[in-house]
């Protein structure tokens, strides 16, 4: 009894590490397959946002989304102003008809104005269609505030798929993501931001920060300084982007074609 006891019991052993390596499995095929170097190796007509840009120089941008809250953005354009340097936001159009005053200072203060969707839907369970018609909507409200049409879109989420980014570009408008994230939204202290941002950043790198996050006006300050003595040109997302014939590798990275 003992016997048949203890082979019921190592059964049930080896089924459970058995059960754990395969979830371990499934995870780190999850995570490798919705990588952009994935998608790209693995199959070649999959659409892409631009993740970064291979260009001569150290040249790199400085996005923010603006979603929701609005208490640093009057704070992040005097940061900003302060050092000479021009950013990228990319608003949705519910924050623009909440904040019109603060999309009219940062077209004011020469940085980008650019589409981050309509409501920030999740853009993938859409219709292409129900796409376009969202961002051609928030297009307008940017326009209307500024007097410019919006030409780059940062999906809401970060999320896309084919159509998503078919949909969008049909309508003349580049995708725009980032190659560095620095999660400020999760409310690292400054220092932790800082330090995340100039260690991953490379030329062409594209930045992304949040309007509203609690600690990045206090962190901006010392990248921009950090960047500058690493010989980097601060520009924003659309005069960093390549113009002309371009390609988008598996990574995401624009390219000359």
């Known amino acids: 009894m003992i016997l048949v006891a203890g082979k019921r019991a190592g059964k049930k ?7 754990f390596l395969a979830l371990g499995a499934a995870a780190a095929i999850f995570a490798l397959v919705y990588s952009p170097a994935f998608v790209g190796a693995s199959a070649t007509q999959r659409q892409l946002p631009v993740y970064s840009v291979g ?10 989304d603006a ?7 009057p704070e992040l354009i005097r940061i900003l102003d302060s050092y000479g340097i021009k950013a990228t936001f990319f608003v949705v159009g519910d924050w623009v008809r909440k904040y019109p005053e603060s999309v009219k200072a940062l077209a004011d203060a020469g940085h980008e104005v650019m589409n981050h969707s309509n409501h920030h839907d999740h853009f993938n369970p859409l219709t292409t269609e129900q796409i376009k018609e969202d961002v051609s909507a928030c297009a307008e409200e940017i326009a209307a505030v500024t007097g410019k049409m919006p030409n780059l879109f ?3 989420y970060g999320e896309y798929d084919d159509h998503v980014i078919a949909a969008v570009e049909s309508l003349g408008i580049t995708c725009v993501q980032w190659d560095v994230d ?10 932790t931001i800082r330090k995340r941002v ?20 206090e962190a901006l300050p010392g990248i921009i300084e950090e960047l500058i003595r690493e010989g980097y040109t601060i520009v924003p997302a659309g ?12 990574t995401g990275r624009q390219l000359p074609a």
């Open 13 to 19: 052993v080896r089924r459970a590490i058995a059960a």
């Open 55 to 64: 260009r001569d120089g150290k040249f790199c941008s400085l996005t923010f």
């Open 198 to 217: 100039c260690s991953r950043i490379s030329p062409g790198s594209i930045v992304l920060f949040h309007n509203a996050a609690k600690h990045t006006p």
């Open 239 to 250: 005069q960093l982007l390549l113009t002309g014939d371009t390609q988008i590798d598996h």
């Open 154 to 156: 940062r999906c809401p």
């Open 67 to 73: 979603a929701w809250g609005n208490e640093d953005t």
């Open 182 to 191: 620095s999660l400020d939204w999760k409310d690292y202290d400054a220092e």
